[in-house]
């Protein structure tokens, strides 16, 4: 199985601040990784798929890169409703395996 | 508006079993693959089972092969999941949700499992 690794697990921002999630996978997973947003209570939402692609309607402020095994999201002017918990994924084979998340509280 | 709605959560005793429903609207059912994903309580995402559009190819994760078995009904737009064999570690809220672009781009809203005696 392919291991997905986050860092950090938990980090604290503030507003307008520049946030960086990193996620590094055990094999080269050819760009099938995704960035998902899950606030409280609520059902995970995808923000980035192939790895940069942005999803229709998520604000421009999030960014996803990398390839092979390395790959970032990055939030550009942390804004109050982006504290949430963040998780990556790979799709390149079954079992499509998650991050351990990433949880972005407010400093 | 693509819309996913679960059904059939509830408590089960340990070694008891259960079927999960997904009812599928908004879009063309019967050509995306769909999967399910499970959380529990305080963890992260752990994905389950992925059938695609035509039943062809079905994957289960480890922890719960042998015991569940993901099925669809592309006349009706429903996906299911029958849990046999449950366990307390099968206690989560189960996710549905549709594949796109190697992704998962739209998820319901879940439905809770809890597993004790």
């Known amino acids: ?107 | 508006e693509v819309q996913l709605v679960e059904s059939g959560g509830r408590l089960v005793q340990p070694g008891g079993s259960l079927r999960l429903s997904c009812a599928a609207s908004g879009f063309t059912f019967n050509i995306y693959s769909m999967n399910w994903v499970r959380q529990a309580p305080g963890r992260g995402l752990e994905w389950v089972s992925y059938i695609t559009s035509d039943t062809r190819t079905i994957y289960y994760a480890d922890s719960v092969k042998g015991r569940f078995t993901i099925s669809r009904d592309n006349a009706r737009n429903l996906v299911y999941l029958h849990m046999d064999s449950l366990r307390a570690e099968d206690t989560a809220v189960y996710y549905c949700t549709r594949s796109v672009e190697y992704s998962f781009d739209s998820w319901g809203q879940g439905t809770l499992v809890t597993v004790s005696s």
């Open chain 1, 1 to 107: 199985d392919i291991q997905m690794t986050q860092s950090p697990s938990s980090l604290s921002a503030s507003v307008r601040d520049r946030v960086t999630i990193t996620c590094r996978a055990s094999q080269n997973i050819n760009n099938r990784l995704s960035w998902y947003q899950q606030r409280p209570g609520k059902a995970p939402k995808r923000l980035i798929y192939y790895a940069s692609n942005l999803e229709s309607g998520v604000p421009s402020r999030f960014s996803g890169s990398g390839s092979g095994t390395y790959f970032t999201l990055t939030i550009n002017g942390l804004q109050p409703e982006d504290f949430a918990t963040y998780y990556c994924q790979q799709t390149f084979n079954s079992p499509q395996t998650f991050g351990q998340g990433t949880k972005v509280e407010i400093k």
